[in-house]
């Protein structure tokens, strides 16, 4: 990005019309280097927000990775390569063990078959069940083909799929409030792609407005001869010539006195 003075006046050259490019209007604070608030959970009245979270865009397999990472937490150990994993809807079945029937019934024998939220410390209203098929073709059909079930269409996932991924939430605030879904997606797959291969992208609405906030899936595992850049507080996203704000897991800490990054020190600059 450049180093040049950046004045929020010097387009006022042309004709003044008392409107700025959104570039404009956001560049002109890139040398503050504070952190503004993102989305409230609460209004100021103290009221639960009514916020919802809407895919705008994701891969083709992402649903896959998650499910097999998430199985992968819950378990807490080595999954086995020959094992496919299906989520249902907890509330379809009288007892969990009717699960194990249907995939039987639907993709074939079971050499082996558990409960994968049993382990889980949450309360969910979904069940994640592992399985082992005594064919190897029906564990290929399971994947490949699934089957459906009460008007949905399951596919398992395979053990380890997208287990060596290494994902990041990371939620942007003060993304232009204006633009339609197809121009958001494109663009922030340019800008992004800088700091890793996204995966998924949600808008945030409160009771359906969008103010700018978005959650994307990113992988930032390292691939040969390509130099990720660091995520940071905040990413400068070049289709718009601007720094947005972000928040991850593992970012740097801010202040909550003066919402500036937190020195070594751990102080903010008050």
């Not at 004045?7 to 209007?25: F, I, N």
């Not at 998924?200 to 390509?226: C, H, S, W």
Request: charged share 25%.
């Amino acid at each position: 990005m450049s180093t040049m003075e950046l004045d929020p006046q010097h387009e006022r050259g042309k004709a003044d019309t008392g409107q700025r490019s959104w570039s404009l209007v956001a560049r002109s604070g890139l040398n503050n280097k504070r952190i503004p608030n993102s989305m409230p959970r609460q209004d100021e009245y103290g009221e639960k927000e009514r916020l919802e979270y809407t895919t705008i865009w994701e891969e083709t397999d992402v649903a896959h990775k998650l499910v097999a990472r998430k199985a992968a937490a819950i378990l807490q150990c080595a999954t086995y390569t020959e094992a496919v994993y299906f989520e249902f809807r907890k509330q379809d079945f009288k007892h969990y063990t009717d699960a194990f029937a249907l995939v039987s019934k639907e993709i074939g024998p079971l050499k082996g078959v558990r409960r994968v939220t049993r382990y889980s410390y949450q309360t969910s209203s979904t069940l994640m069940v592992e399985f082992q098929f005594q064919d190897p073709a029906h564990r290929a059909k399971a994947i490949s083909k699934g089957f459906v079930f009460n008007n949905i269409q399951y596919k398992g996932t395979p053990a380890n799929d997208g287990i060596t991924d290494k994902l990041v939430r990371v939620t942007l605030s003060q993304l232009p409030y204006f633009l339609p879904d197809s121009t958001m997606v494109k663009e922030l797959l340019d800008g992004l792609r800088r700091y890793g291969k996204v995966c998924q992208i949600k808008k945030i609405t409160n009771r359906g407005y969008f103010e700018g906030d978005a959650v994307v899936l990113m992988d930032i595992k390292p691939v040969e001869g390509i130099t990720w850049q660091p995520l940071a507080r905040k990413l400068y996203l070049e289709p718009w010539d601007m720094e947005v704000t972000a928040a991850f897991r593992g970012a740097p800490p801010i202040c909550y006195g003066c919402r500036d990054l937190l020195r070594l020190s751990g102080i903010g600059t008050h």
